[in-house]
């Protein structure tokens, strides 16, 4: 089923709300990277919460752009195809210029699958991970960015 323009809209505003928020708490928590993992027990409940929101946004904005926002450009471009593995789509997101790597793109779905297990009691992997997603945020970001210039050509004025 093709994605109407107004459905690609509604899709990009979801990712920029993510985004957003995501790019507020990654702010916010900027003065305690690099994390320590003896740091970890340290922090106040309100740190906490922003570390969260940060988790949280970080794997909402790369699930939403890889499961909608994606789909969603090859539909506009009609390159769509016979498109039938995730794979497949972003290298053809690649080859079109809408995104740089392909193979970066599976590091922000790994990072993504490792926030879905969590590790209570091993402050080494907790603060590894977050110092990865930290530095991995601004990339993430600018992959929404450039996706979305690309599209842009193609919605209808």
Known sequence: MPV??????????????????????????SPLFPLQPENLSRLSPIDLAVFDQFVVRFSKLQDAMGAKLFPAVLELTKEQGELRTFIDKLHQLEKMGALDSAEQWLVFREMRNQFAHDYPTDPNMQSGLLNQAFDMTEILLKTLDQITDFAAPYLPK
Not at 6 to 17: D, L, M, P, T
Not at 20 to 27: S, T, Y
């Open 4 to 29: 109407k323009p107004i459905n690609y809209r509604g899709i990009e505003e979801v990712c920029r709300a993510h985004a957003e928020r995501l790019r507020w708490a990654r702010d916010t928590l």
